[in-house]
């Protein structure tokens, strides 16, 4: 009974003020300043807040950039700003797009920059997105790498983005919602060098580091902003004369009122674990992907979307059954391995032993997009995935 209570509690609590929940306030704190510093700020730099996951996240990087560019937005409104836009590559996740139809700026004015045929950002097309967009009467302001992307699991070139964007004076998010993990893990954190060059980064524990949903969290370089951005002052809640230091009341700094508690998960997780508990759990996932990888490699009826070691932990293939070897991959060819995934992935869920995603990509037809994040996750679950597919792809016929 007291258990149920104690943990009814712990997740309905609301957190608009340090009276209501000091201890989860303070937790923030401290989970905040330990990403800081993983991320690579300073001593003086760094702020944030959790939010309702990484959709969330990225929205508040667009909304405290625009802020910081144009403050006069938050009484004005867009109509006192000049045509925004904004850059992110065309596999970045289509949060910034929701994001952008919510904050008035509009899905078109979200520049796609190209990717590589592995799916990292290209820098020149960056640039010379950024200077079309200003030769056509445009304001580019920010700009989105991603580490991590959602179904390549690509890291973007982040010290040539923030070459580019420190050249142009434009703010530089990194979203490493999927991504941030690898920065606790000695062996991958390079894939993320430059991230401390970041204006803003989004992380969501709840991915790569396996923390229940939701927790996200939002990250700023520059102290203060998501306050001045985002605070109404209502006086039933933020007052001025409170006996303690009011800086504890964050919740202003978000765009809610009440807020859920999504830090004890992760403090507690952290506790227990330990930074080398993550890292360990989450090199394993790695492993994991590589193992697939080199398993794919060796087998005849699967094919690689590309031929690259995954840098993430997403390994992308298409299944090709036995009516489809050996001949012409015309268009024809292509239309039919289009359907196998999705006949595939229909009996997966008839059968109920395993399922795993699909999706196509550009002119790509519909692949598996394999990805591990559950630490409980073995080899032999990667290969019971393979033979399962083999298994119920083998006898597809096309009419
Ligand atoms: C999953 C993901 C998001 C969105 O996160 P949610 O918590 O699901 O809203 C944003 N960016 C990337 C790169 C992601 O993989």
Request: charge should be neutral.
């Amino acid at each position: 009974m007291c258990v149920t209570t104690f943990s009814q509690t712990m997740i309905t609590l609301s957190r608009f003020t340090y009276e209501i929940s000091p201890v989860f306030i303070i937790m923030e704190e401290i989970v905040l300043k330990k990403m800081f510093e993983i991320v690579g700020w300073k001593e003086n730099e760094g702020d944030g807040i959790f939010s309702p996951g990484g959709t969330i996240s990225n929205l508040y990087s667009i909304l405290v950039a625009r802020y910081k560019y144009f403050p006069i937005v938050k009484t004005k409104g867009m109509a006192a700003l000049p045509p925004i836009v904004l850059f992110t590559s065309e596999h970045s996740h289509y949060s910034f797009e929701k994001a952008s139809a919510a904050l008035g700026i509009g899905t078109e004015n979200v520049i796609a920059v190209k990717g590589d045929e592995r799916g990292k950002m290209i820098p020149s097309d960056l640039e010379a997105k950024i200077l079309k967009a200003k030769a056509e009467g445009f304001v580019p302001f920010y700009v989105s790498a991603t580490a991590g992307t959602t179904v390549y699991g690509a890291f973007d070139p982040i010290e040539d983005i923030a070459d580019i964007c420190e050249k142009h004076n434009l703010w530089m998010h990194v979203d490493a919602a999927w991504g941030g993990g690898l920065l606790l893990s000695k062996k991958h954190c390079f894939k993320l060098n430059g991230i401390k060059r970041a204006n803003s980064v989004t992380w969501n524990p709840h991915k790569m580091m396996g923390v229940p949903l939701q927790c996200s969290a939002v990250l700023t370089r520059e102290k203060g902003l998501l306050q001045a951005c985002n605070q109404m002052q209502a006086t039933y809640l933020f007052q001025r004369d409170k006996h303690y230091n009011t800086a504890y009341d964050t919740g202003d700094k978000t765009i809610q009122c009440g807020r859920h508690v999504d830090i004890f998960k992760l403090w507690l997780m952290w506790k227990a674990k330990g930074t080398s508990g993550f890292e360990h759990q989450i090199n394993g996932c790695l492993e994991l992907a590589l193992y697939i990888y080199k398993t794919l490699k060796t087998k005849e009826n699967f094919q690689l979307v590309f031929p690259e070691e995954p840098e993430h932990t997403n390994v992308c293939f298409w299944y090709i059954p036995p009516s489809l070897r050996g001949i012409l991959k015309d268009y024809e060819w292509k239309a039919k391995l289009h359907k196998v995934a999705p006949m595939i992935k229909a009996h997966m869920m008839e059968e109920g032993a395993v399922m795993v995603g699909y999706q196509p990509l550009g002119d790509k037809p519909n692949f598996f997009r394999m990805v591990f994040s559950n630490p409980a996750t073995t080899k032999s679950d990667a290969d019971f995935l393979l033979e399962e597919i083999e298994k119920l792809g083998e006898n597809i016929q096309f009419m």
